[in-house]
Nanobody, 116 residues
């Protein structure tokens, strides 16, 4: 399975971005997978940002709760992350993750920079 993330870029504080991640997996596989977004800054461990279950249940890390929204389109094998009210501390490389029956797949990451 390959994951292709896109949508990163430079945004001013308070701005918005939408990240997308499309999986090469079939719809049947994608629809049953746990999908997540993680982020990593230099010198730090990769951290979970948000996760969405096959049934649409969501989890958000405290720093992004109320500002970010994760969603999925099983017909397109795509997961999204809407980033609103962005802060400089949201600057990181964002990675897409697929957890399919405890096997993890990672995308290459997309850089998000929040700066004026």
């Amino acid at each position: 399975v390959q994951l292709q993330a896109s949508g990163g870029g430079l945004v001013q504080p308070g701005g918005s971005l939408r990240l997308s991640c499309t999986a090469s997996a079939s719809r049947n596989i994608f629809s049953t997978a746990l999908m997540g977004w993680y982020r990593q800054t230099p010198g730090n461990q990769r951290e979970l940002v948000a996760r969405i279950t096959a049934g649409g249940g969501t989890y958000y890390a405290s720093p992004v709760k109320g500002r970010f929204t994760i969603s999925r389109d099983n017909a397109l094998s795509t997961v999204y992350l809407q980033l609103n009210s962005m802060k400089p501390e949201d600057t990181a490389v964002y990675y897409c993750n697929m957890d399919y029956f405890l096997t993890n797949y990672w995308g290459k990451g997309t850089l998000v920079t929040v700066s004026s």
